[in-house]
């Protein structure tokens, strides 16, 4: 299963996000070594781990809809550039014409979608529109 990587875990756990999760990763690892030091865990993270969270737990968080800067609601919305392949996608919002690109992430080449939305989820919440505290 894909989860977030040790620098998005770390970064959640920054802003306060808490969800639930089967994997952690140990805090005093190095984040070069990000995919070699997760681990599953029998019980909740401790103070010496990061959660490591799957795509649904992050989609779960993120608003679906929701007024962005204007008087039109936008809905939450991914978007895969080459469906057949899947190459590359988009998260974000739209009002059923356009993207909003204030809130839009574009998947990186290396990073799972959990990472993407997770950093659409940093994104809200850096601009205030979404607490975790």
Aim: charged share 35%; hydrophobic share 35%.
């Amino acid at each position: 299963m894909k989860t977030t990587s040790y620098k998005i875990s770390k970064k959640l756990a920054e802003i306060g996000f808490e969800g639930d999760a089967d994997y952690y990763y140990e805090k005093d690892k190095l984040e070069e070594n990000d995919k070699w030091n997760i681990t599953e865990l029998q019980f909740e993270g401790t103070d010496n781990y990061y959660p490591a969270y799957d795509l649904e737990t992050i989609l779960d968080a993120l608003p679906k809809e929701r007024n962005l800067l204007t008087d039109f609601n936008h809905y939450l919305k991914i978007v895969f550039e080459n469906f057949e392949k899947r190459e590359k996608a988009f998260i974000g919002y739209w009002d059923e014409e356009f993207y909003h690109s204030d809130f839009l992430v574009e998947q990186e080449e290396t990073e799972s979608l959990a990472d993407t939305a997770a950093r659409l989820l940093i994104l809200l919440h850096e601009k205030g529109i979404v607490d975790f505290k």
